[in-house]
C-alpha cells in the first residue's frame, strides 16, 4: 500500500507529512493547525526521483495537483510544486 502525504506550509516553507494511522488523522491536523501549519492538500504518492529530475531540466515542475507550475511556483488553485514541497528549492 502506498504511502499517503498531508502537505502543509509554514511561513519558512511547504512540507509533506507522512498520514497518519487511520483513526489519527483529526488528531494530527489539529494538532499542525495549532502549531500555526495551513493544510495545503492531501496526496496518494510523490513522484519519482526520474520525475523530479525531468521536472527540474524542463524548467516545468506539476504542482501537487497536477497542474503545471514553474519549479518554484504554485498554481493558480495556491497548490505549490512538488520541488517547493520535497525541499529541492
Known sequence: MAEKFI????????????QPKPGMRDALLDSLQSKGYEIVGEVAKTPSM?????????GIAKAIDGCKVEPDGTCHHGKPSWMLVLGYI
Request: a positive charge.
Open 7 to 18: 502537505v502543509v506550509e509554514k511561513p519558512t516553507g511547504y512540507y509533506a507529512v507522512k
Open 50 to 58: 526520474k520525475s523530479l529530475e525531468k521536472m527540474l531540466e524542463n
